[in-house]
C-alpha cells in the first residue's frame, strides 16, 4: 500500500512543529541544499535554466476554468524577451470554481491537507533554479537575491507555516464530553470540527513574489482554505509556475486543482480590487505599502484581511563596538532595495552631535560620509555589486531617487552602474540624503527603491520617541538599535513593544529581507493561522438517558420581596 | 509573603485549561453554587438583595476621568424604580486614559493578568444575586433565567476563556534560539513577546449582557487590553457593577483602574458608533444581530470585530423517538426570548407531509397544535412560567409580535399572560405561525422577541438545503437537528459545517442560551483569543561571534548564460 502524503511527511512536519514550539528554528530545505555536492548544484542549476528557458516565448498552461483570453504583463529588467502568455480568466469563476472545490478540500482534513502542501513545497524546491531566475527576471533583483528570496529559504518559511498551521490544527479537540449542568447532568458527548472561513486570496507582491507569498497561500491550504493567487503584473510568473505546480499535486492525489489559481488580467481591470470585493472571498492576504493595506481594510468588509504593512523600516543608532560593521551592513542595505516593496531600512536615526563607537566619537556627517564610501567601495567591486544591487523595474523607483534628493543635502547621489555583462539592466547606486528629525512630513511617507534617510536627532531618547510615533503609526517590517547602553537596548525595547515592531538589536543584517540571515521565521502570531478557520461543535447524547438524582437548585427566594420595593 | 494574584489561582486556572484541552468543561462556580448549603444561597441571596436595593434612586460611583454629567437610561419592565445616575463621560477621554494604562499592563505579563482576571471573577462570583437582580430588572429576563445568565456559569463561561487566553499566552516561546543561516551560522537568541493589539471596546447586549460580555471582555485584559464597555441603554447596572469590580481589583493590585471604564449616553448621542470608530480602539466585541454586525465590519475598519451573530437560529425537524421531549423543548424554547437578541430558534423547518415519531406519524398540522398546547400547558403552571418567560422591555418586541402574525396561518396567538404579582410586567405568551418554504423573505428576516415559525418544507433534504442556505448567508448561534436515521444526522452534520454553525443532534435543549443546559462552552476558536495579540521578537548574537567556516555557496552559474538567451 502507498503511503499517503501526511505519512509521507509526518517526520518533518513534527519536527519542525516542535522546534518552532520551542522557539528554534529548522531548515531542511536550506540545509539539504548546503549539504548538496556542488557538481549536483551546477546540475539542478542547469537543469532549471533550460526548463526557465523553455517557458520564454509561449502560452503558459494551467488548465484553468473560465478562460477569456491571453495577456502579457510582464518585462524583463534585464532585457530578456519573456514573451509568456498566460491565460486571462474571469475572476468570478475561479473564484466559483474555488467554492465548489472547498467541501471535499475541507473533509480531506488537516492531516491530508499539511501532508499535500509539504508535497508541494518538495516539488517546488526541486524547481527552485527555474523560480530564482522567473523572480530575477521579473522583479530585476540579482541573481543571488532571486535565489535567496525564491529558493529553499522561502520554502522552509513556507514549511514553518505549514506545521504552524498543521499543529493549530491538531490542538482543536476532536471529541467533547461533559455533562449538561443540570437536569440531572446527562452526560454529553460532541465533536469538533475545524471550518475554513472560505475563498482565500493572495495578492502577489511585485518584487518578493514567494517570499511574502507562500507563508498566506500555504497557511490558508492547510486550513482548508482554496486560493486565488492574483499576482502583480509585473511579477506573474513565479507564481504562475507555483500555482501549477500546485494544481498537479492535487489533482495527482485526487483533489479539485482548481483549490489554487491564478488571476492575472491588465492592471486596468484592477482584478486585484475585482477579487478582494468578491462577497465570497473571505481571506486577503498582502504584503506592501500600508497605503493598498488602508485600502484593503476599508473595502474588503467581507474578508479577514491579513496585511503586512513594509512602512518605515527604521534604524537607531546610538553606539557600537563595530563601527566598521555597522557602516558596511548599512551600506549593504541602502544597496538591497531595487523595487518599490521595501524590505531594507529607510530611516537611520542618529543622534546630530553623534555618538560612541569603538573607532571614537563620530558624528552625523563622519557616519554620512563613511557610508557613502562604503557604498561606493561595495559597489566597486564587480562580484559583490552583481550579488545585492537588483535592476530597476519600476518609473515609481526612479522618479523617487530625483524626487528625494530635493529634501536635504545630498550625501551620496545616485548614478548608473555599468555592468557590462547587463548592457539592458538599469542599475544604480543608492541615495543617501540627509534630514532634519522635523522633516517628518518627508521620512514617514513610504519611499520606494534605493531611498534612504540619515535623520539628525537630539537624542537617542529623542530617536526613540520618533521610532515610537513614526513606526507605531505607520508600520515597518522590524526595527533596529545599535547600542553597547544596556539601559538603552532596554528602552529600545519597550519602543518597539509600543510600537509592536519586531526588534533586532545589534546586528549588521537586518530581517524582513531574504537576503539576510535573520529572515528565517515567517512572520509571527499564532493568530495568521488561526485567523483562517473556526471551531464548530456538535453536541449530543452521550449514552442512553439514566435520570441522575438533581443537585439542589439555586435559591432566589429574596427577589420575590425585592419586585415590590 | 502574600502570594501574588496567578499563585493565588494557579491551581484552577491550570485545571481548567487541561479540561479545555482535553475537549473536557470544569465549572468550578457553579460546582460551588451546587455543593452549597441551602442556606448559604439563602444568606448570599438576601445579602445580594439588600446590596441590590441600595444601589437604586442613586448616582453609581465610578471615579472614571472625563465625566460630563450624568445619565439615566434604564427602566425596569417590572416597574421598579431604578432610578440610578450613571457618569456620563467622555468618550474621548476614556479611550486616552485606558491608552495610557496600557504599557503598564502589557509590563504586567500574563500571569498577573490572568490571575488578576480570575481575582476579579471571583469577587463577581460572590455578588451573584446583585448582578441577577440587576438583570433581571433591566431586561425582563425571568428570575431563574436571570441568575443563570448572570451568576455562577457566567462565570464560568469567562473562567474558560480566561484559562484559554492565558494557556495562548503561554505557548509563546518567550526564547528563541537559532543559527544564522549563512555567513558561518552564527548563533542567534531572541524574545518573543506579546503585544496586545490596543484599546477594546465592548458593545453591551440588552438582553444577555453579562453571558455574552465576559468572554470579550476577559479575553482582552487577560491578553493585555484595556477595555471600554459601553453597554446597551437599556441594561446598564449589570456591566456597570462588573466594572467597578474590575476598577476595585485592578486599583488594590496596584493597576490603573482605568483599564477598565464605563461609558454610557443617552442613545441619541450613538457612543457606540463613537467608540467603535475611535482610531485607538482595536477590538470591539458585539453579541447581536447581523444588522449591527455589518455596521461594525463596514465602519470600524482600524479595529479587528469579533461579531457574534444570534442571526436564524433553526430546528430541523426529520423524525424522532421522542415527539413528546421534542415538543416540551421547543414549546420551553419559544416561551423563553422576551428581548431583541435572539437565542431561541426562529425557525422551525418540517416537511409538510409529516414526519415519525415514537407516537406514529405527525404532520406538520399535528405538530404546531401540540406545540400551542404543551405551550398553553406550560404558561398554566405559574411556577414553571415564571421560570421561562421574561416581561418584554423593548417596543421592538411588541411590533414584531403584531406584525408577524399577518404572513401566516397562526398556530399559537401571542396575548397577554397575567401574574397577579407582578402587576407592572407586560408578559406574554409566544407567537407561533406557520409559513411555507417560499416564505424565505419573512423567515430570513431576524425577528425579535417570542416568535417562531414552523415553516412548512418539501423534504428533509430540502430542510437541510434551506438550513444551508440561510444559516449560511445569515448567521446563527446553532441549529439543532432531529433525527432517528443516521443518514439524516450525517447530511445535518455537513450542512452545519457549509453553513458554519455548531449543530445539536436530538436534544430538546437547546444552546446559546444561558437558560439552557448545553450552553457552557463560550463560542469558539483560538482566533477568538489569538486574535487580540501580536507577538513581536527581539534578536542578537547569543555569544561573541567566532567565525565558522561558512557552507559552501550555493551555484548559480547557468544564469550567466541566460541574460543574453
Redesign the interface.
Same mark, same amino acid.
Given at each position: 500500500m502507498r503511503a499517503g502524503p501526511y505519512e509521507r511527511h509526518r517526520e518533518l512536519l513534527s519536527s519542525v512543529g516542535r522546534a518552532?514550539?520551542? $522557539?528554534?528554528?529548522r +531548515?531542511p530545505f536550506?540545509e539539504a541544499? =548546503?549539504r548538496d555536492a &556542488?557538481d549536483a $548544484?551546477?546540475r539542478s542549476?542547469?537543469t532549471? $535554466?533550460k526548463v526557465?528557458?523553455s517557458l520564454?516565448g509561449r502560452p503558459f498552461e494551467l488548465g484553468q476554468p473560465g478562460e477569456l483570453g491571453r495577456v502579457r504583463t510582464e518585462s524583463s529588467p534585464?532585457?530578456?524577451?519573456l514573451a509568456i502568455d498566460y491565460p486571462r480568466c474571469d475572476p468570478a469563476e475561479l473564484v466559483a470554481a474555488a467554492g465548489s472545490a472547498a467541501?471535499g478540500w +475541507?473533509a480531506a482534513g488537516p492531516y491530508e491537507r499539511a501532508g499535500l502542501a509539504v508535497e508541494i513545497l518538495r516539488r517546488l524546491n526541486t524547481r527552485s533554479?527555474e523560480l530564482?531566475?522567473a523572480v530575477?527576471h521579473t522583479t530585476g533583483q540579482s541573481?543571488?537575491g532571486a535565489?535567496r528570496a525564491a529558493?529553499?529559504?522561502a520554502q522552509d518559511r513556507a514549511l514553518e507555516v505549514v506545521a504552524q498551521a498543521f499543529a493549530?490544527s491538531e490542538?482543536v479537540?476532536?471529541?467533547?464530553?461533559?455533562?449538561? &449542568?443540570? +437536569?440531572g447532568g446527562?452526560p454529553?458527548e460532541g465533536s =469538533?470540527?475545524l471550518?475554513p472561513r472560505g475563498v482565500s486570496l493572495l495578492v502577489g507582491c511585485p518584487d518578493f513574489p514567494l517570499w511574502n507569498g507562500y507563508p498566506g497561500l500555504f497557511a490558508s491550504l492547510v486550513t482548508g482554505n482554496p486560493v486565488v493567487v492574483a499576482p502583480h503584473p509585473r511579477s506573474v510568473l513565479p507564481l504562475a509556475i507555483t500555482v501549477r505546480v500546485a494544481r498537479q499535486v492535487l489533482a495527482e492525489a485526487g483533489h479539485s486543482p482548481d483549490l489554487v489559481t491564478l488571476a492575472v488580467a491588465e492592471p486596468e481591470r484592477q482584478v486585484h480590487r475585482r477579487l478582494a470585493t468578491d462577497p465570497s472571498v473571505r481571506i486577503v492576504d498582502y504584503t506592501g505599502t500600508a497605503r493598498f493595506a488602508?485600502w484593503l481594510?476599508?473595502h474588503a468588509?467581507?474578508a479577514t484581511v491579513f496585511a503586512n504593512r513594509t512602512g518605515l523600516n527604521t534604524v537607531v543608532v546610538d553606539s557600537t563596538d563595530d563601527y566598521r560593521g555597522l557602516v558596511r551592513g548599512l551600506a549593504r542595505a541602502s544597496c538591497r532595495c531595487s523595487g518599490t516593496v521595501r524590505t531594507t531600512p529607510q530611516n537611520i536615526l542618529v543622534p546630530e552631535r553623534g555618538f560612541s563607537t569603538d573607532e571614537g566619537h563620530k558624528t552625523l556627517r563622519d557616519l554620512g560620509a563613511d557610508l557613502g564610501d562604503a557604498v561606493d567601495r561595495l559597489l566597486a567591486h564587480p562580484a559583490r555589486a552583481a550579488r545585492e544591487l537588483g535592476a530597476i523595474s519600476a518609473d515609481e523607483v526612479r522618479d523617487a531617487l530625483t524626487d528625494a534628493a530635493r529634501y536635504g543635502p545630498v550625501l551620496h547621489a545616485s548614478g548608473p552602474v555599468d555592468r557590462p555583462?547587463?548592457p539592458y539592466a538599469d542599475l544604480r547606486s543608492p541615495l543617501l540624503v540627509r534630514l532634519r528629525a522635523c522633516d517628518e512630513r518627508v521620512y514617514t511617507h513610504e519611499w520606494p527603491g534605493l531611498v534612504s534617510f540619515l535623520v539628525g536627532t537630539d537624542s537617542t531618547s529623542h530617536s526613540l520617541a520618533l521610532l515610537r510615533r513614526t513606526v507605531g503609526r505607520h508600520g515597518a517590517l522590524y526595527a533596529s538599535v545599535h547600542s553597547t547602553d544596556p539601559l538603552v537596548l532596554a528602552a529600545a525595547?519597550?519602543a518597539?513593544?509600543?510600537a509592536?515592531?519586531?526588534? @533586532?538589536?545589534?546586528?549588521d543584517?537586518l530581517?524582513a529581507d531574504p537576503s539576510s &540571515?535573520?529572515a528565517?521565521?515567517p512572520d509571527?502570531?499564532?493568530?495568521f493561522v488561526?485567523?483562517r478557520?473556526?471551531? @464548530?461543535?456538535? +453536541?449530543?447524547?452521550a449514552t442512553p438517558v439514566t435520570p441522575v438524582p438533581a443537585?439542589?437548585p439555586?435559591?432566589?427566594?429574596?427577589?420575590?420581596?425585592? @419586585?415590590? @420595593?
Open positions: 518552532i514550539a520551542a $522557539g528554534e528554528s +531548515r536550506t541544499t =548546503c &556542488a $548544484g551546477m542549476a542547469r532549471g $535554466g526557465f528557458r520564454l534585464y532585457g530578456l524577451a467541501a +475541507r533554479h530564482a531566475l530575477h541573481l543571488q535565489l529558493g529553499p529559504r493549530e490542538r479537540p476532536a471529541d467533547l464530553r461533559w455533562m449538561s &449542568a443540570e +437536569r446527562q454529553l =469538533c470540527s471550518v488602508d481594510e476599508q468588509h467581507q555583462d547587463l525595547g519597550t518597539a513593544l509600543d509592536g515592531v519586531h526588534l @533586532v538589536e545589534n546586528l543584517d530581517p &540571515a535573520l528565517e521565521l509571527s502570531g499564532a493568530h488561526t485567523g478557520f473556526r471551531v @464548530v461543535r456538535s +453536541r449530543r447524547h443537585p439542589a439555586v435559591r432566589l427566594e429574596i427577589a420575590a420581596d425585592l @419586585v415590590d @420595593v
